[in-house]
């Protein structure tokens, strides 16, 4: 009975570890007991300055924005994908009352500039997307930066595509204010209330 016992518990253990390298017991489960990154960038630091490649191909300067206005600067994933669909959405939506606080609002991702500009087409975003295809932007932050890979695209007409992604890089989002100084640094875990949860934030800031 006990070597009976043994071989059904051993089977047990066996199958459970086939499961996860199989992929049947979600991410999410495999993922728990992970530390949360820390960003190189902490709250009350003075950000660094930055340039980086606009959804028009321009030269974006942080030093045009900081010390005028706060400055949101949300890394996200990939275009065209559910969660960040979801966030820029969202931020979409809160634009107008963000702008009336003085904020402005800049998505990161590591599509190229012809992503973005479908992207930004498509869901009719009205504030700059950076593409940061080698991760640099990310990195200066501390955010972390994963492999490259394939973005879903939507053209204006609706024809559906892929298109290469330099790098893939973690959510994060960092509020700057207007002094300069980092007043916010955070993963975000909900794509979707990330924009609420900034506009919330901000009230609090001195918008002067």
């Known amino acids: 009975m006990r070597l009976l016992a043994k071989c059904v518990i051993g089977c047990f253990v066996l199958g459970a570890l086939g499961l996860v390298i199989g992929g049947a017991i979600p991410a999410a489960a495999q993922e728990k007991g992970k530390k949360k990154v820390e960003l190189k960038v902490k709250v009350g630091d003075t950000a660094p300055s930055f340039e980086s490649v606009d959804d028009s191909g321009k030269t974006f300067k942080s030093s045009d924005v900081v010390g005028k206005k706060i400055?949101?600067?949300?890394?996200?994933?990939?275009?065209?994908?559910?969660?960040?669909?979801?966030q820029a959405c969202g931020f979409r939506d809160e634009i107008e009352k963000l702008k009336s606080a003085g904020v402005m609002v800049v998505g990161v991702s590591g599509d190229s500039v012809a992503t973005h500009m479908l992207f930004k087409g498509y869901h009719k975003l009205s504030f700059p997307l950076l593409a940061d295809e080698k991760g640099d932007l990310a990195k200066l932050f501390g955010v972390p930066v994963g492999k490259g890979g394939e973005s879903p695209t939507i053209a204006a007409n609706g024809d559906k595509g892929k298109a290469p992604r330099g790098v893939t890089i973690q959510r994060y989002t960092v509020v700057i204010d207007k002094a300069g100084k980092v007043a916010a640094a955070d993963q975000v875990t909900k794509a979707g209330d990330d924009a609420k949860r900034i506009a919330e934030m901000v009230k609090k800031l001195d918008t002067k």
Request: one cysteine or more; a negative charge; charged letters at 5%.
């Open 71 to 86: 400055l949101v600067l949300y890394f996200y994933p990939a275009d065209f994908t559910g969660g960040c669909t979801a």
